[in-house]
């Protein structure tokens, strides 16, 4: 390719992505740097009117007077090890289990899997209240030794968890499971032949060869599954209203608690400054453990 042919294309594809990364820049890069990191060190109060300079006072209180907000990183952190583990978990085995060509009716399942994703996860949730408010309890009432009958799913910190965990698993994992198929796909069939002829097949071959190869999936549905946790606020907000006791309340529900409920625009910019701080710690370990076990293929 001649050095002009190749300028051309460098011209034609930043001219196909500026307007992307323009609005971008406006949308979300130009309000955080003079919007949210100056307003983080402010007392700024939308109803009555204050807007002063505090200096880091905003940050000194979070972690010294603001309970909640310490209770709101806990349960984040809980909620991420969670799905962590189980979607990733399930979508590794719904992966292993529908990529295969003999499977039948492999897109449907697929397409069920993945349905969660296009649906709002406001809509979810209220479809789950209906679903551990009426529909448990009443499958429990037929089986009256399952316990169903006197389970309170928001009546206790530890039940509202796990209620909250369901529902994120179950919306979370068509998508991750998408991305495993792509991964196991691009697996090179003879690598597959050759393990199958030295005698390494089944649960053997998933370990020793498919899941060393999946590791740039991995990596991914990974890095995902921790900003989703981080992120997460629609389940928290319609599924408990981060109740009870503000047990179930995430570090995103805590901010738009504070902002919209207590109208404390400054303290909340702060507290997103510090969850954006944690997301961009967790994520660097993270690729930093995962990618040093990719292998090259």
């Not at 068509?174 to 393990?195: C, R």
């Not at 309340?249 to 902002?259: K, R």
Request: charged letters at 10%.
């Amino acid at each position: 390719m001649s050095r002009k042919l190749r300028k051309k294309e460098i011209w034609i594809y930043a001219g196909m992505t500026a307007p992307a990364i323009l609005l971008y820049l406006f949308t979300v890069v130009g309000p955080f740097l003079t919007g949210t990191i100056p307003s983080s060190f402010r007392n700024w109060n939308i109803i009555k009117g204050v807007n002063q300079w505090n200096g880091i006072a905003n940050y000194v209180r979070m972690f010294t007077k603001d309970q909640v907000f310490l209770n709101s990183i806990g349960f984040t952190i809980k909620l991420g090890l969670g799905s962590l583990i189980f979607v990733n978990s399930f979508a590794l085995a719904a992966a292993l289990m529908l990529e295969g060509r003999n499977v039948r009716a492999r897109s449907v399942a697929r397409s069920l899997f993945f349905l969660p994703n296009v649906i709002s996860g406001i809509i979810i949730a209220y479809t789950w209240i209906f679903v551990y408010g009426n529909l448990l309890p009443s499958i429990g009432n037929l089986l009256h030794w399952s316990g169903l009958t006197n389970l309170s799913w928001f009546g206790t910190p530890r039940m509202a968890m796990l209620a909250i965990l369901i529902v994120d698993v179950w919306k979370s994992l068509g998508f991750q499971m998408i991305i495993y198929i792509n991964g196991l796909q691009n697996i090179p069939g003879d690598v597959l032949e050759a393990a199958s002829i030295d005698g390494c097949t089944g649960l053997n071959a998933v370990r020793r060869i498919k899941l060393p190869l999946l590791m740039p999936s991995i990596t991914v549905c990974l890095l995902l599954t921790i900003i989703g946790a981080f992120k997460s606020f629609d389940l928290s907000f319609a599924l408990t209203n981060g109740g009870p006791m503000q047990s179930t309340q995430t570090i995103a529900y805590n901010i738009y608690t504070e902002a919209f409920t207590n109208n404390r625009m400054g303290y909340a910019c702060a507290k997103s400054m510090v969850m954006m701080g944690m997301i961009a710690v967790v994520s660097l370990i993270q690729l930093k453990l995962t990618r040093s076990r990719e292998v090259q293929m």
